[in-house]
Structure formats: C-alpha cells, structure tokens
C-alpha cells in the first residue's frame, strides 16, 4: 500500500492504512457483539469469536516492528499478536 501511496504524493499516510482497517474492523466487531441479536444468541450459550489479527509485522524496514500492533493496541490484543 505504502508503494501506491509514495506514487500519488500521499505520503502523510504512510504506515496508516492497515491501522485504519484495524480499527475500523475492531469496531464492527464491538457493534456486532453489543447488539441485541447477539445478546439474544448469547443468552442461548453462543461465545463471541476472538478477532485475530494474522499479521502485524512491518514490510517497511524504517517502521518499528510494533508499529501496527502499538497503533491497533486494544484490551488483549498484544497478548495475542503475532510480530
């Protein structure tokens, strides 16, 4: 994405993008997961499914290695993220 972004002139959003994707898909997993269907099917003994986040290493080598899972850092990721 970064390549793409360098192309366009867009380099304020270097490194942000997969962040952006990270938290818009965290709070669509909030919103499903606070919903009353989902409080229904819970009160039936449904368990909600972890989010995993498959990769959180950089490609850019002038990025930190923490720097999506310190960008998408929410309660019990970071014990699960795989850098």
């Known amino acids: 994405m970064d390549k793409e972004l360098e192309k366009r002139g867009a380099?304020?959003?270097l490194g942000k993008i997969g962040i952006a994707n990270c938290k818009?898909?965290?709070a669509e997993y909030r919103r499903i997961f606070s919903s009353p269907r989902w409080?229904?099917?819970s009160a039936k003994g449904a368990r909600p499914?972890?989010?995993l986040w498959a990769s959180?290493?950089?490609k850019n080598p002038a990025y930190?290695?923490?720097l999506y899972v310190d960008g998408a850092d929410r309660?019990?990721?970071r014990e699960h993220a795989s850098a």
């Open 11 to 13: 380099t304020d959003l």
């Open 24 to 26: 818009i898909a965290y």
């Open 39 to 41: 409080r229904e099917l």
């Open 49 to 51: 499914q972890r989010v």
């Open 56 to 58: 959180t290493s950089t």
């Open 64 to 66: 930190p290695d923490t």
């Open 75 to 77: 309660p019990g990721n």
